[in-house]
């Protein structure tokens, strides 16, 4: 990459570093919320062109509002007074020529655990100090170009406000650049965005959904609002860290990394991130004015009283609706979205073929026609008292059909499968002191485990139950596909 390029980041950094220590809280998210060709902001209503890890409240869909973000039933990050939506692209290793495609772990991603992301919160108001003001209802925006391929300089968005980090925990990385690096990254890599936060006062989205911000003039994290854009709204910075590690023998040329976005993006100049505001705006106000730390945790924030766990956190899931594989070995990226190494600004292609939104993918097992029991989700469980209580059993050849069967069997009108090889029966749920413990309607949860006897059904996970309630004797409701298939049609 050019000298220039690097040389105008480490100077950006300097100035970052000398810049006064400011209060600001760290939001890690733990599990993603959803990982599918969808956009709301930029294709609202249809399949995006390429692919996104989204992190965030339940409401998510390809058309939301902040209304339904804030009707959220959950969040896969951790405060619950935020139901926010965030999301970023999909980072995939390339073979040799392009010949196949194989997505990039998240950290903390790996047997049936989803990777997220970090958000940050600061509170960077300038040379002047200026009141920061919390996300006014509605507002949504993005920061960066997915179609960028070149620097754009410390002057003009994105610039510096994208940049990388080769994390290597021994000592010894190259230094904070604006572009994916050309080294093996040992603890993973870095990818960083920075989001405008001036505000014109006015519009919560426009045509291009990034006009009604700007950045700061002279430190694109920390300068003054321009006339045009008055308002100073509190600073979002968005962290997602990539296994590439993980393929570090895999590397077919010394000199250039195998990496590429879910766009097309080798230089990693397109890195971009999205936002949708789900605050409740009071709470955020609340924490924006008493959370004067600068240690960024959460916990010296005493707004968040009350968080979501990490368990709560990762069972937040809701179903794709694009009927396509986007991980494993893939012969192409997702979409239409062709190997671009810039230097140029890349032009979207427009001819590409239509990919309709399709049913919500099904993590359950349809009997209702043939046992008279029908799905009605995934239950959360704990080893030290069960949510079901009657009966339990275990088997290498367990099924749906042969959970369900037991627990008729016995009288119980409640089966839930756990493990892969568990059958749990009850005719109530016994639940947490601190909640219920029956699913929530719409979301996945942690049941992701084929069944021992059938790896074509799904038989909950761990800690986590997949629920089959009995309805003889009258029609089944069907309440599980009808609410699981709203996120097309809102």
Same mark, same amino acid.
């Given at each position: 990459m050019?000298?220039?390029?690097?040389?105008?980041?480490?100077?950006?950094?300097?100035?970052?570093? @000398?810049?006064?220590?400011?209060?600001?809280?760290?939001?890690?998210?733990?599990?993603?919320?959803?990982?599918?060709?969808?956009?709301?902001? *930029?294709?609202?209503? *249809?399949?995006?062109? =390429?692919? =996104?890890?989204?992190?965030?409240?339940?409401?998510?869909? !390809?058309e939301t509002s902040y209304e339904q973000q804030r009707a959220s039933a959950c969040s896969s990050?951790?405060?619950?007074?935020?139901?926010?939506?965030?999301?970023?692209?999909?980072?995939?290793?390339? &073979?040799?020529?392009g010949s196949y495609f194989e997505d990039v772990p998240q950290a903390g991603e790996g047997n049936g655990v989803t990777g997220g992301m970090t958000v940050y919160y600061e509170q960077r108001g300038g040379p002047?100090?200026?009141?920061? #003001?919390?996300?006014?209802?509605?507002?949504?925006?993005?920061?960066?170009?997915?179609?960028q391929r070149n620097y754009t300089g410390l002057e003009a968005a994105p610039g510096a406000a994208v940049s990388f980090v080769c994390l290597n925990y021994n000592g010894g990385g190259p230094p904070q650049a604006n572009y994916m690096p050309n080294v093996n990254c040992p603890d993973g890599l870095r990818a960083q965005v920075y989001f405008p936060s001036c505000w014109d006062g006015v519009n919560?989205?426009?045509?291009?959904?990034?006009? =009604?911000?700007?950045?700061?003039?002279? @430190?694109?994290?920390?300068?003054?609002?321009?006339a045009s854009h008055p308002v100073h709204l509190i600073s979002i910075f968005f962290e997602v860290?990539?296994?590439? &590690?993980?393929?570090?023998?895999?590397?077919?040329?010394?000199?250039?990394?195998? !990496? *590429? !976005?879910?766009?097309?993006?080798?230089?990693?100049?397109?890195? =971009?991130?999205?936002?949708i505001n789900g605050w409740d705006v009071s709470a955020l106000q609340s924490a924006i004015d008493t959370c004067t730390k600068d240690s960024g945790s959460l916990s010296d924030c005493p707004v968040f009283d009350?968080?979501?766990?990490?368990?709560?956190?990762?069972a937040c899931k809701i179903p794709p609706q694009v009927n396509e594989p986007t991980t494993g070995n893939l012969s192409t990226l997702p979409g239409c979205n062709p190997v671009s190494n810039g230097p140029g600004h890349e032009t979207p292609i427009t001819t590409c073929a239509v990919t309709p939104i399709g049913s919500p993918t099904q993590y359950f097992t349809d009997v209702t026609s043939a046992l008279g029991w029908e799905y009605v989700g995934c239950a959360n469980d704990s080893l030290s008292e069960r949510t079901f209580q009657g009966s339990n059993s275990a088997s290498a050849s367990m099924t749906v059909e042969t959970c369900? +069967?037991?627990?008729? +069997?016995?009288?119980?009108?409640?089966?839930?499968?756990? !493990?892969?090889? #568990?059958?749990?029966?009850?005719?109530?749920?016994?639940?947490?002191?601190?909640?219920p413990r029956?699913?929530?309607?719409?979301?996945?949860?942690?049941?992701?485990?084929?069944?021992?006897?059938?790896?074509?059904?799904?038989?909950?996970? @761990?800690?986590?139950?997949?629920?089959?309630? @009995?309805c003889e004797g009258g029609a089944c409701s069907n309440d599980m596909f009808m609410l699981m298939g709203r996120r097309g049609r809102r």
């Open positions: 050019a000298p220039k390029t690097m040389l105008a980041t480490a100077c950006g950094l300097a100035t970052l570093l @000398s810049a006064p220590v400011a209060a600001f809280w760290r939001m890690p998210c733990p599990g993603r919320l959803v990982l599918e060709r969808i956009d709301p902001l *930029i294709f609202p209503g *249809i399949v995006s062109p =390429h692919v =996104h890890t989204v992190s965030g409240g339940s409401g998510f869909g !390809f990050c951790p405060v619950k007074q935020d139901l926010s939506a965030y999301w970023t692209p999909k980072l995939y290793y390339m &073979g040799e020529g002047n100090n200026d009141k920061l #003001q919390a996300f006014p209802p509605g507002l949504r925006f993005i920061a960066g170009d997915p179609f919560n989205d426009t045509a291009d959904h990034k006009s =009604h911000m700007a950045y700061p003039i002279g @430190s694109y994290d920390n300068g003054y609002c321009p860290i990539y296994q590439t &590690g993980n393929f570090a023998d895999r590397w077919h040329s010394p000199n250039h990394h195998p !990496f *590429i !976005f879910a766009s097309g993006d080798r230089t990693g100049y397109g890195f =971009h991130g999205d936002f009350d968080l979501y766990s990490d368990a709560e956190c990762q369900i +069967a037991s627990c008729k +069997a016995g009288g119980f009108s409640l089966a839930g499968l756990e !493990f892969g090889s #568990q059958c749990y029966c009850d005719n109530k749920y016994y639940d947490d002191p601190s909640g029956s699913p929530v309607p719409n979301l996945l949860g942690d049941c992701w485990q084929p069944c021992a006897g059938n790896g074509e059904q799904i038989c909950g996970g @761990s800690a986590a139950l997949s629920v089959y309630k @009995s």
